[in-house]
């Protein structure tokens, strides 16, 4: 009887993980530099699908041999999270929100959550299709287009809902990406969740998501506002770079200095936004207050060979999952972005954000 009292308090020390985004089948294929073109896209980038994108979902699946893989940057997060917590025997400590289709590609959403141990409470919609994201696989480096499809239809009646308020009550740490800034419904849930963590003082962690949410004014401005309730703000170096451009911090000539400067945002938080940047192979930068820390990505823990590598689809939403995972049993800033490093390590040896089983892991 006693090591069972014992578990149950391990348990209940684990906090409970809330992501709300935008979720997303990913439909994965490895192309030519002519599919990358004919499309407008590049490596390393993600874009929302115009009209012209249209064709590319039905066409792909024609031309290419294509995965269906469940995705979405935060539902990604959410499960990576969820996986090392499982693998901790922590039990089931992760909930996600968003808004899906009643169909094919919703069911199989819901089927991959509940084999994951992820809590759902989706908004389904009768009108629109499920989300999906055409992931295009170039040299291992990856361009997302997607289109949000009944994503963007999320609306705040569903967060309202006793289930999901529940659920809120019950998080201590939220997660966003900046992805559901760009609908309606998103962006004011994104709000919800930073007023109820700040009457709360319970922990907002936020994602840049990609270049155009930084470049965009209605989608820059709702982010930094985001930001003022969040302790930590993930980026890669790229949207780093955007975001240092278009807020005119011409001072900021590397990635440290920029991550620095995050760190300087607006802020209602008690010690102010942790920026945590990573950059791919290279070292990732936790930035807190005037304090830089440099964590080295090669050897802790993973020393990757360039034939190991599959796809980066899901390497940034891995790291953010790892670090998650640590943050909710309290660990220390190291040991959260060792596990984030370990986490992308495994993603990108695998298509798409899969999580393998853990004693496959080497």
Same mark, same amino acid.
């Given at each position: 009887?006693?090591?069972? @009292?014992?578990?149950?308090?391990?348990?209940?020390?684990?906090?409970? %993980?809330?992501?709300? *985004?935008?979720? $997303?089948? #990913?439909?994965?294929?490895?192309?030519? @530099?002519?599919?990358? #073109?004919?499309?407008?896209?590049?490596?390393?980038?993600?874009?929302?699908?115009?009209?012209?994108?249209? &064709?590319?979902?039905?066409?792909?699946?024609?031309?290419?041999?294509? +995965?269906?893989?469940?995705?979405? !940057?935060?539902?990604?997060? %959410?499960?990576?999270?969820?996986?090392?917590?499982?693998?901790?025997?922590?039990?089931?400590?992760?909930?996600?929100?968003?808004?899906?289709?009643?169909?094919?590609?919703?069911?199989?959403?819901?089927?991959?959550?509940?084999? +994951?141990?992820?809590?759902?409470?989706?908004?389904?919609?009768? +009108?629109?299709?499920?989300?999906?994201?055409?992931?295009?696989?170039? +040299?291992?480096?990856?361009?997302?287009?997607?289109?949000?499809?009944?994503?963007?239809?999320?609306?705040?009646?569903? /967060?309202?809902?006793?289930?999901?308020?529940?659920?809120?009550?019950?998080?201590?740490?939220?997660?966003?990406?900046?992805?559901? $800034?760009?609908?309606?419904?998103?962006?004011?849930?994104?709000?919800? %969740?930073?007023?109820? !963590?700040?009457?709360?003082?319970?922990?907002?962690?936020?994602?840049?998501?990609? &270049? /155009?949410? !930084?470049?965009? &004014? &209605?989608?820059?401005?709702?982010?930094?506002?985001? /930001?003022?309730?969040?302790?930590?703000?993930?980026?890669?170096?790229?949207?780093?770079?955007?975001?240092?451009?278009?807020?005119?911090?011409?001072?900021?000539? #590397?990635?440290?200095?920029?991550?620095?400067?995050?760190?300087?945002?607006?802020?209602?938080?008690?010690? *102010?936004?942790?920026?945590?940047?990573?950059?791919?192979?290279?070292?990732?930068?936790?930035?807190?207050?005037?304090?830089?820390?440099?964590?080295?990505?090669?050897?802790?823990?993973?020393?990757?060979?360039?034939?190991?590598?599959?796809?980066?689809?899901?390497?940034?939403?891995?790291?953010?999952?790892?670090?998650?995972?640590?943050?909710?049993?309290?660990? #220390?800033? !190291?040991?959260?972005?060792?596990? *984030?490093?370990?986490?992308?390590?495994?993603?990108?040896?695998?298509?798409?954000?899969?999580?393998?089983?853990?004693?496959?892991?080497?």
């Amino acid at each position: 009887h006693h090591s069972h @009292q014992s578990t149950d308090t391990k348990m209940s020390t684990t906090k409970k %993980i809330l992501g709300f *985004g935008n979720p $997303l089948l #990913d439909i994965s294929a490895t192309v030519e @530099q002519s599919v990358l #073109d004919e499309w407008g896209a590049q490596l390393n980038n993600a874009i929302l699908a115009e009209d012209k994108h249209k &064709p590319l979902y039905a066409k792909l699946a024609e031309t290419h041999a294509v +995965d269906f893989i469940a995705g979405g !940057a935060t539902l990604n997060a %959410i499960r990576v999270a969820q996986w090392i917590l499982s693998s901790a025997d922590k039990g089931e400590c992760t909930t996600f929100v968003g808004c899906i289709g009643k169909d094919a590609f919703g069911a199989k959403m819901k089927e991959q959550l509940s084999r +994951d141990k992820v809590g759902n409470l989706f908004l389904e919609t009768d +009108d629109t299709p499920t989300g999906t994201c055409a992931v295009l696989v170039k +040299d291992n480096e990856r361009s997302l287009i997607a289109n949000l499809a009944s994503a963007e239809k999320y609306a705040t009646t569903h /967060f309202e809902s006793e289930a999901v308020q529940a659920a809120v009550k019950a998080a201590d740490i939220f997660y966003m990406a900046g992805f559901p $800034l760009t609908h309606e419904g998103g962006a004011a849930t994104v709000a919800a %969740i930073c007023k109820h !963590a700040a009457e709360t003082k319970k922990t907002v962690c936020m994602n840049v998501s990609a &270049p /155009f949410i !930084a470049m965009v &004014p &209605p989608f820059r401005a709702a982010l930094l506002e985001a /930001f003022k309730y969040c302790t930590y703000a993930f980026c890669n170096e790229s949207e780093a770079e955007q975001l240092a451009k278009e807020l005119g911090w011409t001072e900021c000539t #590397d990635t440290k200095a920029i991550a620095l400067k995050m760190a300087t945002l607006p802020s209602e938080v008690p010690g *102010g936004l942790t920026a945590v940047v990573t950059q791919g192979a290279e070292a990732t930068l936790v930035a807190k207050g005037g304090n830089l820390s440099t964590y080295e990505v090669k050897g802790n823990p993973w020393t990757l060979e360039k034939a190991q590598l599959v796809d980066t689809n899901g390497a940034g939403d891995a790291f953010v999952g790892g670090f998650l995972s640590q943050l909710a049993i309290g660990a #220390d800033e !190291a040991l959260c972005v060792r596990m *984030g490093h370990f986490a992308a390590g495994t993603i990108i040896q695998q298509s798409g954000c899969t999580c393998p089983a853990m004693d496959s892991v080497s």
